[in-house]
């Protein structure tokens, strides 16, 4: 997968600063893959990163809030990843 500095800059700069309008990110093992201002299209992104099989780290985040929803680590030391989504 291949980094885009840019939309890294933006992510960075961006999620959880409270700021409007309010813009969706979508990272894959860290890797921004889609900004959008509809949270819908960035929702079904993550749905389709969140569905595959094995599980890879990935997440939902946007300025309001910071992270959505994401599959991550169960704690810091472990391998086995989990789904967290209250959406």
């Given at each position: 997968?291949?980094?885009?500095?840019?939309l890294?800059?933006?992510?960075?700069?961006?999620?959880?600063?409270?700021?409007?309008?309010?813009?969706?990110?979508?990272?894959?093992?860290?890797?921004?893959?889609?900004?959008?201002?509809?949270?819908?299209?960035?929702?079904?992104?993550?749905?389709?990163?969140?569905?595959?099989?094995?599980?890879?780290?990935?997440?939902?985040?946007?300025?309001?809030?910071?992270?959505?929803?994401?599959?991550?680590?169960e704690?810091?030391?472990?391998?086995?990843?989990?789904?967290?989504?209250?959406?």
């Open positions: 997968m291949i980094k885009i500095e840019e890294e800059e933006l992510a960075r700069a961006m999620v959880g600063d409270g700021q409007a309008p309010n813009v969706f990110f979508v990272t894959d093992q860290g890797v921004v893959t889609l900004v959008s201002t509809s949270y819908h299209a960035a929702y079904a992104a993550w749905g389709t990163l969140r569905d595959r099989v094995p599980m890879q780290e990935c997440a939902l985040e946007d300025r309001l809030t910071g992270i959505l929803a994401s599959v991550e680590p704690d810091d030391d472990s391998d086995i990843l989990h789904v967290i989504d209250d959406n």
